[in-house]
């Protein structure tokens, strides 16, 4: 049954609670979502972060954003674009950027802590390809900010919504857990339907082409 799970095509989507492999993170998102529900007037929820992993005939991919970059060879891990966390003008420094892994064979930090386990949310070959083609497009936004007029910031589950959107994949109909929310992903959509501001910093963008 293993065997055939892996050479069946699929992209699974993953909701890990923010924050699962690190108290900083975590503190920082409780902090920021009891702020959120104070001004919204609701209670506090429980805050995910999107991942997804692509299975095609040419091999097992993961996609995630991340940041801090830990170091300079992004090669290793299948980084394919870059963009600004908080302010352009800080992007020359590395903890200040994040980066769009597409990784053959990688790893994705905290994936047993992923709630419900993995989502199916396509098993159709063209559709995944396209996730895997376009994780090199994706507008490298200034993470932390709300550019797009959302009413919410760009950030990593940004990036996972605009890639299935784009695809082809109802994004829009995908949820977190219950009790929770994923931070971003309408911003994503948005971004995916061509809202997109025209002073939109470039990214390092690598390669389009896989494996």
Known sequence: MIADRHRSVYVELFWIPLGAGGWFVRLNGRLYEAVQAFVGRR?????????????VPEG??????????????GGT?????????G????????FLRYEIRRWRDGVIPDVKAAVGG???????????????????SVP???????ELGAGEMWNSNSVVAW???RSGIRAERLQPPTGGRAPGWRAGILAARGVVPATAVAGTAGSGRWP
């Not at 209670?43 to 299975?55: I, N």
């Not at 097992?60 to 060879?73: G, H, K, Q, S, T």
């Not at 490298?140 to 709300?146: A, E, I, K, Y």
Request: proline residues 10%; charged residues 25%.
């Open 43 to 55: 209670r506090p929820l429980d805050l995910y972060h999107a991942a997804l992993e692509v299975h």
């Open 60 to 73: 097992r991919f993961v996609i995630e954003n991340a940041w801090p970059i830990p170091n300079a060879d």
């Open 77 to 85: 891990r299948g980084v394919v674009a870059e963009g600004p966390v």
């Open 87 to 94: 302010s352009p003008s800080l992007a020359r420094f590395r």
């Open 118 to 136: 993995p989502r199916r949310v396509t098993d159709d070959l063209d559709a995944a390809r396209r996730v895997l083609d376009l994780t090199g």
């Open 140 to 146: 490298p936004l200034v993470w932390g900010r709300d």
């Open 163 to 165: 890639l299935l959107a």
